[in-house]
């Protein structure tokens, strides 16, 4: 079992910056590959970013590709989300998501934890 808890969210101005994370319970963090999605309001939960267990293989989304950077610490038991050159298309909750197992996905059916969520609002 893990539990997900995200933090980091707020209001911020177009060209700004935030950094979410996402802390996780359990001695096995290491173990899981992590996603992180978003839902806008009457939006289905897009896919945002990928890591692996290792950290050692990522993958973003088109639209959010060379804007943000997802990372993760596993002695601290935590992944990240860096954004950067926010839009106000940015806006919506963000999600961070586990699966058991070094790969990690695209699909949101893919992963079997999720956290609460973060509101992050991008202001034009």
């Known amino acids: 079992q893990v539990q997900l808890v995200e933090s980091g969210g707020g209001l911020v101005q177009a060209g700004g910056s935030l950094r979410l994370s996402c802390a996780a319970s359990?001695?096995?963090?290491?173990?899981?590959?992590m996603g992180w999605f978003r839902q806008a309001p009457g939006e289905e939960r897009d896919f945002v970013a990928r890591i692996s267990w290792s950290g050692g293989s990522t993958y973003y989304a088109d639209s959010v590709k060379g804007r943000f950077t997802i990372s993760r610490d596993n002695a601290k038991n935590t992944v990240y989300l860096q954004m950067n050159s926010l839009k106000p298309e940015d806006t919506a909750v963000y999600y961070c998501?586990?699966?058991?197992?070094?790969?990690?996905?695209?699909?949101?059916?893919?992963?079997?934890?999720w956290g609460q969520g973060t509101q992050v609002t991008v202001s034009s």
């Open positions: 359990g001695r096995t963090f290491s173990s899981y590959a």
């Open positions: 998501a586990a699966r058991g197992g070094s790969v990690a996905y695209t699909a949101a059916n893919k992963y079997t934890y």
